[in-house]
C-alpha cells in the first residue's frame, strides 16, 4: 500500500532564511507526487506537482521539488521564505489507475516563521 | 478562489440532528471527493464519486450518507453523528477524461466545514 511520511511534524525558520521540508514515500509503481499548504481556516492549494521527466519542479510562491527516486523523496525548497509562508504542508503520492485519482497524504509539516 | 465552493463553513449540531454538507464545483470536474481531517492525523478519503458514480467507499459509518446528484454537485449527509467525527470536511474535485490526460489529474480543494458534534 502506498504511504507517505513527512519527519518534521513542526519546522521553525527565521525570515529570509533557506527553507527544506522532507517527504519520504512509498509506492510500487512511478509515483505521481504533490506539495499543497494550508493557511489557517483554509482548504489545500497545490504547489506542485511532478508526473514525469524533469526531476527538479517549480512551483507557485517560490518553491521547488526535487524527485530522487534512490531515496524515495519529493523534498519541498524555498531559498528565501516570508511571514506568509507560515501554514501547514501537505505531501501527498497520487495513486489508481488515473494517477491522482486517490491521493495518500503524510501527516503535515506545520511550519512557524520567526521575524 | 479554486473553484470549490463549500457551505456552510461552520456547523454545530447534536448527536441527534440532521444536517447536510454542500461542495459545488466551476471547474468542469467529473471526479469528486469527500475528505475528513482531523487534528493530528492524516487526510483521510472518505468517498470517491466519478462521472456521478460512487467508486470508493473507504469504510465510512453508515451515519455519513454522501450523494451527487451531478458532476458538480456532492452532498454529504449527516445523522446521529458522534463527538469524535467533530472534524473539518474537505471537498475535492479532480480533472480528468476518459482519455486518461495526465495534466488534469489534479484534484482541487475547497475550503472546507468546520463540524462541531456535541
Known amino acids: 500500500a502506498q504511504s507517505v511520511t513527512q519527519p518534521d511534524i513542526h519546522i521553525t525558520v527565521s525570515e529570509g532564511a533557506s527553507l527544506e521540508l522532507r517527504c519520504n514515500y512509498s509506492y510500487g509503481a512511478t509515483p505521481y507526487l504533490f506539495w499543497y499548504v494550508q493557511s489557517p481556516g483554509q482548504g489545500l492549494q497545490l504547489l506542485l506537482k511532478y508526473f514525469s521527466g524533469d526531476t527538479l519542479v517549480q512551483g507557485i510562491k517560490g518553491f521547488e521539488a526535487e524527485f530522487k527516486r534512490s531515496q524515495s523523496s519529493f523534498n519541498l525548497r524555498k531559498p528565501s521564505v516570508h511571514w506568509s509562508d507560515a501554514a501547514e504542508y501537505f505531501c501527498?503520492?497520487?495513486?489508481?489507475?488515473?494517477?491522482?485519482?486517490?491521493?495518500?497524504f503524510g501527516q503535515g509539516t506545520r511550519l512557524t516563521i520567526n521575524p | 478562489e479554486t473553484g470549490v465552493t463549500q457551505t456552510p463553513r461552520h456547523l454545530v449540531m447534536g448527536m441527534t440532528n440532521k444536517k447536510s454538507l454542500k461542495c459545488e464545483q466551476h471547474?468542469?470536474?467529473?471526479?469528486m471527493y469527500w475528505y475528513k481531517q482531523s487534528a493530528k492525523k492524516p487526510l483521510e478519503l472518505m468517498f470517491v464519486?466519478?462521472?456521478?458514480?460512487?467508486?470508493e467507499n473507504n469504510s465510512v459509518p453508515s451515519r455519513f450518507s454522501p450523494e451527487c446528484p451531478n458532476s458538480s454537485h456532492l452532498f454529504l449527509h449527516l445523522h446521529t453523528l458522534q463527538p469524535e467525527d467533530s472534524a473539518l470536511y474537505l471537498c475535492a474535485s479532480r480533472g480528468g477524461d476518459r482519455n486518461h490526460t495526465l495534466a488534469k489529474n489534479i484534484q482541487y480543494f475547497g475550503a472546507g466545514t468546520r463540524l462541531s458534534v456535541l
Open positions: 464519486y466519478n462521472f456521478k458514480e460512487q467508486t
Open positions: 471547474l468542469g470536474h467529473n471526479a
Open positions: 501527498a503520492v497520487g495513486a489508481g489507475y488515473w494517477g491522482a485519482q486517490k491521493l495518500v
